[in-house]
């Protein structure tokens, strides 16, 4: 059993980080395993250089010491990029010349303009573009993300599956997120492919993460499935709430670990503070 706890250091721990490590934790001890700590950094107008100190000293201080080395996706790029050129090669991804503001008003043209669980998906613009000007438009040094060709992955997987521990055995949709970017036009990579191509490098075997990325995880046993990963076990668990039943957010400073830990707020008064850990019970091993 390998575990991790993923956190981006842009802002302090907050009590739903506090939970999502202590599940992690929780599921690597009682398959006698390993709790792994991974820094989700690409985005570096985000990252606060103190935040890596502040996330490994709230764990400490939390009793949640994780093995080997910390990860850090920013010092990976480069194996980021063979993945996408993995992908290239098999001519499941495309460049996309769209701003935000054309992709906006794309949308708002197109009457039943698709829809995800996320709102409105990618309307597909520059999947249409002839290789010739796509490869035009590239010399010409024409930003550009990456996207992966959504239905055409469909297609080269057939019908996938994951396993979640609380959800049960879930049906792959390609395309639940539509084409989705893989390398952002700023970073060269995106949240979807550094974490599967981590979660394989750390040979994750179980991934603990909010119910709010159960949905991306359709995205990622097709990625997992084109780039020849293993596939993990998966825990999506219930999200920390504040008392209107909103989800914590990195900007509510005031329920971050150093601002309660501060205050004299001791372990156990924080674990109070947060939902029962899920039940694990029997074979973890991939066997339902
Ligand atoms: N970095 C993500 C977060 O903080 C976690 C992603 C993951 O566990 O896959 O929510």
Known sequence: MRTRFAPSPTGPMHLGHAYAALVAREAADHGNGVFLLRFEDIDRS??????????????QWMGL?????????SDRL???SNAL??????GLVYPCFCTRRAIADEISRITNAPHGPEGPVYPGTCRKISADERTERIAMKTPHSWRLNCAKAAEACGQLTFRDLLHGVIPVCAEKLGDVILARRDIATSYHLAVVT?????????????EDLLSSTHIHRVLQNLLGYPEPLYLHHELVCDEKGNRLATRDKARSLASLRASGCSRTQILEKLPPLPALTGNLAGET
Request: proline residues 4%.
């Open 198 to 210: 981590d979660d394989a490098e750390q040979q994750i075997t179980l991934v603990t993460r909010g």
């Open 78 to 80: 480069e194996v980021y």
């Open 85 to 90: 050129t993995a992908l290239q090669d098999q």
């Open 65 to 73: 010491e994780w093995q080997e080395e910390p990860m850090r996706q």
């Open 46 to 59: 985000r990252v606060r250089p103190g935040y890596y100190n502040l996330i490994e000293e709230d764990l």
